[in-house]
């Protein structure tokens, strides 16, 4: 039998991205790329030169001559190039991580074509089943119940932060990830892996590109611009791939109810280095810098609501203004080194640093009036009874100094076979954290004046006034180890872990085991079943410490989770296209909870674990080519979520102690349901329609200060249409000659994008005014109305 040898490469897309299944022949026999683009194919020994022909349904078939050096000295990287004739490449290839459990992949592409004004990575998220968001101006959502703080999100192995202060989904500016330097995109919305970190609810895990030659992103909107560059050295030793962003909400404040001199501007630079330092050792660093800042002038609001029996309209005048800043810088230094093919070892340090200050001093004088609604009326439409008239004055100066340096270790084994994995990381971890907080709320109406005279004291309706610093250490520690055996006529994959978590604030030892199962039978090869579950916890960072007078209550204990998750996923063909149908049933038990009030996007915690709780749901995806040759997909989920606080009791207007019992929590969005739809005209593929639908049903909340137990009323619906227009200009693969102007782009396309299709005006909270009978009415604030967005996109 004659000896041979390896050739070992990958396949690429233009951006540097792995393509699967594209099969490779050559004169010494075939193979096909797996599901990263990597392969390998043997040839005789002594064999100076061998061809290969590399084919792929939606790639331009090619050949590339390859010598003996190319693949003895290096492996191998061929790029291939979409075809000019082809459907553009925009599609989810989405599927259930072949590791064991329910993490997603996501095609990073799908965030290029995403509508609406926050589309990013966070947008195509908030499309998963279990994901649910009623918010268009903020990135942050909500995974089965949960709330933002219990989402994990990682960026090549970094855990990532948001600002602390941040109130309104107005003031958050932009996200941390880049999408256009991203290559690839994991979630778990529940029952993830030891590997990953102590939150209550999912995980995002996101891996930066690292260029295999020149690449340029540019895009610009009405709502900002953004540049991102890469290459790698002609030595192959070194990648960098740097980015600058700017967003201004301007268009989308600009049809908010208050009139107002806006003034957002959010910035941010990020870069990622990449050093080979001999072979088997790399060196990268990851940063980024950002400063959102948000200034608003206000001037009046006018706000129509109720029902046709009842018109009302508040108007109010203002004077003052809102500074909110939030200026954050992150750096991470990994150092790697590929010990075996088998094993990789990483050490990295990183810190990250956050400076916010919230200024405001903004007075308003309102009045409150019932609208004539008599058709006949010669003054239909205006105000006819005044049921109020007040002031307020809200003011706050409150700034927060954080710091998170760190140091871990992270390790991995798979074996030969691939088909057992081993996973292990430690992590030594220091917080400072200075907060300082002054604010105050002034109310003054026809019937009541606040403040109040106290003896010599005089009262506000609200008002903080502390300075606090909290220094604290944490380590943690875990193991996971996956592996596969074929039984029971099918392959069972399995998965087992734990993490040690300690934090020295109140000692407080935790010890988590995780573990999953997936089955796939031989007899029904278009199904899988998986099931997974464990303990998860969250030890306190900041937030939960504070209640809400500014107090911080150290003896304060991890909140827990215990999660059982049970799925299958179906593949099925339907008039010849392909489809996936995902469905998955879970169960989780809370306890040690801290219970919290849900403003916009700024939580409150009560500092105390003084309630237990549940959440409990399914979650439905069909996925596939509801037309030809791109996907779209539906995600329907039903849930509740339910908290009982154990020193809630009350005694009614009988004498008799009522207990309330388990009430729904703050995130307990019943049903949502989102859709994101892709279609193109069949003479003329380069131009397409992307469309996304979000149905979500109304949140619980209640009037301010009032207890727990009676914020159960619910807000409408979140109901919600963005549409998105394209036209390719120049596809990928084209073939304009050298000396053509734009013979050095890749690809650049236009978009027209119509936010809010169908002028719904969805309700974030309410504003609570005094009528002058002494009862209040609550004035729904509005998010955006119909707006267009107009999109260039370029790249090299």
Known sequence: MAQVEAISGKVVSSSG???????IQSNYGGTVTNARGDFQLDVPIGVERVVLVLSHVAYVRDSVVLKRSDWVENNVRITLFIGQNMIPEVNLS??????????????????????????????????MPGVSSNNEFSS????????????????????????FLVRSGQQEGLSFVNPDMVADIRFSSGGFGARYGDKLSSVLD???????EFMAVFNASLLGTGITVGDRSKDKKFTYLGSFRYRTNQLLL????????????????????????ADRWHINFLGSYSRNKFQIIPETRTTDFGTIQEQLRLTVFFEGQEVNSYETGFGALTLRHDLSDQTILKFIVSGFQTQEQEYFDVRGQYRLGELENNLGSDNFGEVKVERGVGEFINYARNRLFAQVVNVQHKGAFTSTDQKQKVYWGAKFQVEDINDRLKEWIYLDSVGYSIPQASGDLVEMDESIDATNQLISQRATAYGQYD???DIWGGTLRYSGGARLTYWNVNDELLFSPRGALSFESDSLPNMSFRLSGGVYYQPPFYREFRDFTGQL??????QRSIHLVGGMDYTFDWKDRPFKFTGEVYYKWLDNIIPYQLENVRLRYYARNNAEGYATGIDMRLNGEFVKGIESWASLSVMTIREDITDDSFVDDNGNTVEPGFIPKPTDQ?????????????????FRVNLTLFFGTGLPFGAPGSERYEQIRRLPPYRRVDIGFTKTLLAEGHNLSKDHFFSDFETIWIGLEVFNLLGIRNTINYLWVKEISGGSVAVPNYLTNRLINLKLVAKL
């Open 206 to 212: 996101i891996q930066y590109k690292s260029p295999t």
């Open 670 to 686: 019943r049903v949502n349901f989102s859709v994101f739809f892709q279609d193109y005209l069949p003479s003329d593929p380069s």
């Open 553 to 558: 209550n150290t003896d304060i204990r991890s």
């Open 140 to 163: 942050q959502y909500n995974v089965r119940g949960g709330n933002f703080d219990e989402n994990l999100v990682y960026v090549n192995d970094i855990e990532v932060y948001r600002p």
């Open 254 to 277: 600009g049809s908010l109810d208050t009139d107002a001199d806006f003034r957002p501007q959010y910035t941010d630079v990020q870069t990622f280095l990449d050093y080979e330092l």
């Open 94 to 127: 989405e599927k259930v991580d072949r590791e064991i459990g329910n993490t997603i992949s996501v095609d990073p592409k799908t965030v290029e074509v995403l509508p609406g004004p926050l589309s990013g990575v966070e947008g195509v998220i908030k499309t």
């Open 483 to 485: 592996g596969e055996t």
């Open 17 to 23: 991205e792995g393509i699967s299944n594209v099969s």
